[in-house]
């Protein structure tokens, strides 16, 4: 029996697996040798999976999911045909139990169990949302900048390396945690393409919407506009319509105490240097 055990922004979890799996990066900077967790995942392997969705309420292309007295089970496709899976997950909130098919067993490793489990599920679950941006440490504070894809989100956090002495923390994804009235961004162990990935926690500073432009312009939104800017990046949780409403509530929060802008910009030292002069107050204060 192979046992590791995680944290990750305010979650623990222990993993519990009948095979040997491996700690790939940067899962390893994410281990925690704590004694108790928040979650028990047990990972098991047959060559017949033990349930069959028939009539499934969520359905992807990765996935089929149902809930049953309390419980989400959910089935996962293989890339190989959309009649065939390879993983199905009982979850009833705290005790999550995967089990793979046994021909897949080789692919087991830490990314492949944390995408099985669902951290965008475990996020909302513990009151927090994983926001599609890139995270940098600046003055002991963290800005996040936010958008689709290909808007220039990492490349926004690597001008702050360059020119503004910035730490980029995690160049694809954060997420985002209250305590005690303060929203934290946390580090994780996905960043998509960008191989940026610290294990760190850091106050929010502010939330920086992008969108490309000829010239530099920033101004702040508030209300439902700063609210459609955050929830479209969020990444869902499509299958809980109980957890999509604690993603609401969250976001709803978070524009309350954290201030968010929307920021026209280009991709060179000048977007820096304007975007810094508007956040200077924001970058001193404790």
């Not at 940067?26 to 098991?44: K, Q």
């Not at 490349?155 to 360059?162: K, P, V």
């Amino acid at each position: 029996m192979m046992i590791r055990k995680y944290k990750i922004g305010n979650f623990t979890a222990e993993v519990r697996s009948a095979s040997v799996f491996q700690d790939v990066e940067p899962f390893t900077r994410f281990m925690y040798d704590g004694e108790a967790t928040d979650y028990s995942v047990n990972i098991e392997f047959s060559s017949d999976l033990p349930h069959k969705i028939e009539n499934p309420y969520y359905s992807s292309q990765d996935r089929v999911c149902d809930c049953e007295n309390g419980v989400l089970r959910c089935c996962y496709k293989s890339h190989d045909s959309d009649n065939e899976f390879y993983a199905c997950r009982t979850d009833d909130g705290k005790n999550i139990n995967i089990v793979i098919d046994k021909k897949y067993s080789d692919m087991l490793r830490a990314d492949v169990i944390f995408s099985l489990i669902g951290i965008e599920e475990i996020v909302a679950e513990s009151n927090g949302c994983v926001l599609h941006s890139s995270f940098i440490e600046k003055d002991g504070g963290a800005i996040l900048f936010t958008g689709p894809c290909a808007i220039g989100k990492s490349t926004q956090a690597n001008l702050w390396r360059d020119y503004a002495d910035a730490v980029v923390v995690n160049g694809d994804k954060t997420m985002i945690f209250e305590k005690n009235g303060v929203f934290y961004a946390s580090g994780m162990p996905f960043s998509g393409s960008s191989k940026d990935c610290l294990n760190k926690v850091l106050p929010i500073k502010a939330i920086v919407g992008l969108q490309q432009a000829k010239s530099n312009a920033i101004r702040r939104v508030v209300s439902t506009e700063a609210f459609c800017e955050l929830y479209k990046n969020c990444y869902p949780v499509p299958y809980s319509r109980e957890l999509t409403g604690v993603i609401v509530d969250f976001v709803n929060s978070l524009i309350s105490s954290v201030p968010v802008y929307d920021f026209a910009c280009l991709a060179d030292e000048s977007a820096v240097r304007y975007l810094e002069r508007e956040l200077c107050p924001l970058l001193q204060s404790p």
